[in-house]
């Protein structure tokens, strides 16, 4: 079945701009996760969306990110006034219910300039 | 919070050797303990995970082995293949919910 997808691919901007990043996540799978790979690094994880619960935005770095998830389905990353710090590869991530397993999506390349 | 330490960094093995990599995590509540690999231009592949309550799973060349005592796992790759090259990311489920701390990474490259 198609797995979880994301868009855009890359996505060169600004400094100080604006940019939305979106994942679809596996159909049926409630749960979505959002995380940073900087170049090198590990993943940093970001924010947690589980069904209708609140979500836990535990993982935001400033209030410059934010997130939403729209009829449990689609989610949208915003990074408002990016930074250059802000450059790296965005993943998401989803699992089934309350599951472990977290399957990821290919990526955004967020590259600002 | 969970800290979550790979080491070696880089591996190099011949093709037909193994490859062993090694993670260390911090919190005992951790519960799950999965590996991704990732190849160039992709996201992470769920490749094996352990739970808590097993010490060992194994699924054709690779296997994962847990000491829940001295709070380590290893990813065992066994007849390695020019394809096995990637990175490879561990990761622990902290305080038992369900986020994940990933360790960096390590570059494992077989040489043929």
């Known amino acids: 079945g198609a797995g979880v997808s994301q868009s855009p691919s890359n996505k060169v901007t600004e400094k100080g701009k604006d940019v939305e990043l979106r994942c679809d996540p596996i159909s049926g799978h409630t749960a979505l996760y959002w995380y940073r790979q900087s170049l090198g690094q590990g993943l940093e994880f970001l924010i947690y969306f589980q069904g209708n619960s609140a979500p836990d935005k535990s993982g935001l770095p400033s209030d410059r990110f934010s997130a939403e998830r729209t009829g449990g389905s689609v989610s949208t990353l915003t990074i408002q006034r990016t930074q250059q710090e802000d450059s790296a590869v965005y993943l998401c991530?989803?699992?089934?219910?309350?599951?472990?397993?977290?399957?990821f999506g290919p990526g955004t390349r967020l590259t600002v300039t | 919070g969970e800290n979550v330490e790979q080491h070696p960094s880089t591996l190099s093995v011949q093709e037909g050797d193994s490859a062993v990599i090694k993670c260390t995590y911090s919190d005992s509540a951790s519960n799950y303990f999965p590996w991704y690999k990732q190849e160039l231009g992709k996201g992470p592949q769920l490749i094996i995970d352990?739970?808590?309550?097993?010490g060992e799973k194994k699924d054709q060349r690779i296997a994962v082995t847990l000491n829940k005592t001295a709070k380590h796992f290893s990813l065992h790759i066994t007849e390695t293949q020019p394809e096995d090259s990637a990175v490879y990311f561990c990761a622990a489920s902290p305080g038992g919910n369900n986020r994940l701390a990933f360790g960096k990474g390590n570059q494992v490259v077989v040489i043929p």
């Open positions: 352990i739970r808590s309550n097993v």
């Open positions: 991530a989803s699992s089934h219910g309350n599951s472990y397993e977290q399957y």
